[in-house]
């Protein structure tokens, strides 16, 4: 299997859809958690 990707300034940007919201995302292999801005998910819920 193969994931398309962009390569933005030494970060991978992958094309993701949440809870049906298109948009990118970077890929962290070091990364502990996951973040998302508010500023572009104003509408998730927090749980």
């Known amino acids: 299997m193969k994931i398309p990707f962009e390569l933005v300034g ?3 940007m992958l094309d993701v859809s949440v809870n049906g919201k298109d948009g990118k995302m970077a ?3 070091g990364a502990m958690q996951t973040c998302l801005n ?3 998910f104003d509408d998730f819920e927090v749980r």
């Open 27 to 29: 890929f962290d292999t």
């Open 38 to 40: 508010k500023n572009h």
């Open 10 to 12: 030494g970060i991978i």
